[in-house]
């Protein structure tokens, strides 16, 4: 009587698997047929590309120097590591990251003009990395889990630091984890499960 029952438990799990009736978070770039989801080639920006962003950090820090900002915390510790998250977990980090980053930088050109020219191709950039981003990124359910952990911590900690933090901190936080982010976290997402 078991040998009977084997293919059909076989065939159930299949028909769960195949009608994505069994939850399974992923990425979509990692999916070999994941149509729209592009971030892989992000593993490395252009020399060019790079070099706009070396320029507005330069004139966000001078203009860091002239504010004379003494900030308490560091938003963005050296702790801070995607890879220390779960691989499902690294682009949502990421995405709150970049949002923010926007966010800040957007507020910064705003107020300064003359920063509005350096700030206007890094910030282009952004955008479409954020835009390839959440074109990877499957949308969680809303009645699911909620995050826990060290994702959540990060995530809760982004939200609120626009409420907790000066705009000169802010400005200080974005701008020194400018190239880390460039860099280290949106490589790790591009890179998938090679990220280690």
Known sequence: ???????????????????????????????????????????????????????????????????????????????????????????????????LTLKVLEATADTDPALGDVLDQPL????????????CIQPQPTAGPRTQGRLHHWLHRLQEAPKKESPGCLEASVTFNLFRLLTRDLNCVASGDLCV
């Open 124 to 135: 282009h950039t952004l955008h479409h990395i954020l835009s390839q981003l959440r074109a």
């Open 1 to 99: 009587m078991t040998g009977g029952c084997t293919p059909v438990l076989v065939l159930m799990a299949t028909v769960l698997t195949v009608t994505a009736a069994v939850p399974v978070t992923r990425l979509r770039g990692a999916l070999p047929d994941a149509r729209g989801c592009h971030i892989a080639q992000f593993k490395s920006l252009s020399p060019q590309e790079l070099q706009a962003f070396k320029r507005a950090k330069d004139a966000l820090e001078e203009l860091l120097l002239l504010k004379d900002c003494r900030c308490r915390s560091r938003l963005f510790p050296r702790t801070w590591d995607l890879r220390q998250l779960q691989v499902r977990e690294r682009p949502v980090a990421l995405e709150a990251e970049l949002a």
